[in-house]
């Protein structure tokens, strides 16, 4: 049967889609509709930008005596120097020094009380050098004692009164020092914030003691909410402010006004400031410190984490490639190399000549099988040239090329594992703060790690030996080494 449509009903009904096609498009979609909760919780400011925000109750709290919970802290150390007399005979002399700042109580438990302060408060060098400097102390001379005590101001000589306080913990890369007091001292009434919430134009309020004359309160703003701090061997994330703020005032709480609820949250700890500019003062995010005030646990140094390659980090890193496909590329300098874990339990490291990816061509395939006792034990070496390679002594005779060998080995296995925990430290909330302590480590060890890619290169270009059957190309010895499913021995010469 054939319709027939005329013009006229062809063109009511072009008008007709036309005239509904608007009113489609304005119809909403339903995931559109109500905004995530993460993504609400990010738009939402948490603190004020102005101090009128803060709640009657709060200002009625600063006012009170249970609003005081910061200290004048006063730090000594005393230095024994030897100095040769005009006798020719060694005398000592004593040296003692003196500084000030701040620190504030923030819990207790049982009878004891805990304080934060800076650690360039109470840290004195255990031996003056030009590097560790002490203000009137010579280099060369040895800290025979330290104390920390609270004082009433900076002229407080009455000592009978003042409350000694005793180091729990002190972490360098943070500059941050939690102390104890067995005297009950007053806490800190305020919440704990969240220093990542911080926006530029926030105010805060910092309580502590100006050139340790007197307990002060100063306001100010947030400027900047992300200075990396990487000097006099700190690596933590600061936040500026633009407070009028003294030296006296290392240690103090700084706080940010709850746009909800009007009271005051601990969001960092003054501890620096821009000498060159005014009213530039950078405080220590208070996220990183958590672990530091709560656990006691400092932020573990790079090089602890990869000097001692051990069994344990063995298993970490094992677990971690079967876990994540069972191979990882990373670099060693500016070459390319890869990790593999075969059935057996060995690993397999591949480095890749410098043509790599416009090559498959290896320089070296080491095979590490598992220790009980260290990370692993060399068992077989794979060197080669112009896309081939044979098997090596992996103990060779010549105790020269075997340190070399083990030096490349080490070498490889450390920028395997620094791979691993970067990219483990991806997605958590010490992310930044992990990677860039990773990232500084792996800065200063780069020439070992040219040097190693360089004496492989070396080896591998001094490979000897007659072609023959015994030279495989590198990516079927790599699969048959991955492959291998049991502990015996590959047999030289026998590929795929």
């Not at 500084?99 to 934060?116: P, Q, R």
């Not at 990487?230 to 030296?247: E, Q």
């Not at 780069?446 to 591998?460: F, P, T, V």
């Amino acid at each position: 049967m054939t319709i027939r449509v005329s013009l006229k009903t062809i063109l009511l009904l072009m008008i007709a889609v036309t005239l509904a096609v608007p009113a489609l498009a304005l119809e909403p979609r339903k995931s559109a509709a109500k905004p995530s909760k993460a993504r609400r919780e990010t738009a939402t400011e948490e603190y004020a930008d102005d101090v009128t925000a803060l709640s009657p109750q709060t200002r009625e709290l600063q006012r009170s005596a249970s609003g005081r919970f910061s200290y004048c802290l006063r730090s000594t150390a005393a230095y024994d120097c030897l100095a040769y007399g005009q006798d020719g005979v060694v005398r000592h002399r004593r040296l003692e020094v003196t500084a000030h700042g701040t620190g504030f109580a923030y819990k207790k438990v049982g009878n004891d009380s805990y304080l934060l302060t800076n650690d360039h408060v109470v840290s004195w060098p255990a031996v003056t050098t030009d590097d560790n400097a002490v203000t009137d102390v010579p280099a060369g001379c040895k800290r025979t004692e330290s104390t920390v005590r609270i004082v009433a101001n900076e002229s407080d000589s009455n000592e009978r009164d003042d409350t000694a306080l005793s180091l729990v913990v002190t972490d360098p890369l943070l500059d941050v020092a939690v102390l104890r007091s067995k005297v009950p001292l007053q806490i800190m009434p305020y919440r704990i914030g969240r220093s990542a919430d911080l926006r530029v134009g926030n105010a805060v309020t910092i309580q502590g003691y100006p050139l340790g004359i007197m307990e002060a309160v100063n306001t100010g703003k947030v400027i900047n909410t992300a200075d990396h701090d990487t000097s006099n061997d700190r690596d933590h994330l600061d936040f500026v402010v633009d407070a009028p703020l003294s030296s006296g005032n290392s240690g103090s709480p700084v706080l940010a006004i709850s746009k909800t609820s009007g009271q005051l949250e601990l969001v960092g700890i003054f501890h620096a400031a821009y000498t060159r500019g005014q009213a530039l003062n950078v405080v220590v995010a208070i996220d990183q410190v958590l672990d530091l005030m709560t656990w006691f646990r400092k932020t573990p140094r790079p090089e602890a984490v990869f000097d001692r390659l051990g069994a344990l980090e063995r298993r970490e890193f094992a677990q971690w490639l079967t876990q994540n496909g069972g191979q990882m590329f990373f670099n060693l300098s500016s070459l390319i190399a890869c990790a593999h874990l075969s059935p057996n339990g060995n690993l397999v490291f591949e480095l890749f000549d410098r043509s790599w990816p416009l090559t498959e061509d290896r320089m070296l395939i080491v095979v590490d099988s598992p220790d009980s006792a260290t990370f692993g034990t060399i068992a077989r070496v794979y060197l080669g040239r112009k896309g081939l390679l044979r098997l090596a002594d992996p103990r060779p005779p010549d105790t020269e090329i075997r340190a070399q060998l083990q030096r490349i080995a080490q070498r490889i296995r450390t920028a395997a594992v620094w791979t691993m925990r970067w990219r483990s430290a991806a997605g958590t909330s010490g992310q930044e703060r992990d990677q860039r302590t990773l990232d500084r480590w792996r800065s200063k060890n780069q020439s070992q790690d040219a040097e190693a890619g360089a004496a492989a290169a070396d080896l591998a270009g001094k490979a000897s030996g007659r072609w023959d059957e015994t030279w495989l190309p590198g990516p079927a010895l790599a699969a048959r080494e991955v492959d291998l499913a049991d502990t015996s021995t590959a047999t030289q010469g026998r590929g795929h």
